[in-house]
């Protein structure tokens, strides 16, 4: 059986790409700057896992039976969540920035600036529309737990 493409909303991915960054702590080998893009696609394993957990925290409310059904669809979001954070790490000049906050476990301006410019991405908004709007009001907005 092929899997269809799920409509995702575009919300609930900015959600998770806030989401993803802000709780999830990722540890990599140090890295030169000419190898920056292939840590982060060794980092993109792990991201996933945390952003399909959140998405199916979110969406499924401990039932088993949505859970079971939601799983598919939360991967499919968690893909292209993941591939949003690398890409506009990547294509802002942060990726450095990122790694470094991530080995030290903390979510630091260089992984707010990434946060933002995806969550607008996968809004259809311009990259920097999100920049001045802070990130808890981001959280709160999608109601996304803390921690």
Same mark, same amino acid.
């Given at each position: 059986?092929?899997?269809? +493409? ?41 991201? /996933? ?7 199916? &925290? ?14 598919? +669809? ?13 890409? /506009? ?19 630091? &301006? &260089? ?20 920049? &001045? ?15």
């Amino acid at each position: 059986m092929t899997e269809r +493409p799920v409509a995702i909303p575009p919300a609930l991915l900015g959600a998770l790409a806030a989401a993803a960054l802000s709780t999830v702590a990722l540890r990599a080998a140090p890295a030169r700057a000419g190898l920056l893009g292939p840590v982060l696609q060794l980092m993109r394993p792990q991201l /996933e896992r945390r952003l399909s957990e959140i998405c199916l &925290d979110a969406a499924a409310g401990n039932q088993a039976a949505l859970e079971e059904s939601l799983r598919g +669809p939360c991967r499919q979001v968690a893909g292209r969540a993941s591939q949003c954070l690398i890409k /506009e790490a990547e294509s802002s000049g942060r990726s450095l920035g990122v790694i470094t906050e991530m080995l030290a476990g903390r979510l630091g &301006d &260089d992984s707010e600036v990434v946060i933002k410019r995806c969550a607008a991405r996968l809004l259809g908004l311009p990259s920097d529309t999100l920049k &001045d709007v802070p990130l808890q009001e981001l959280q709160k907005r999608f109601r996304i737990p803390s921690g």
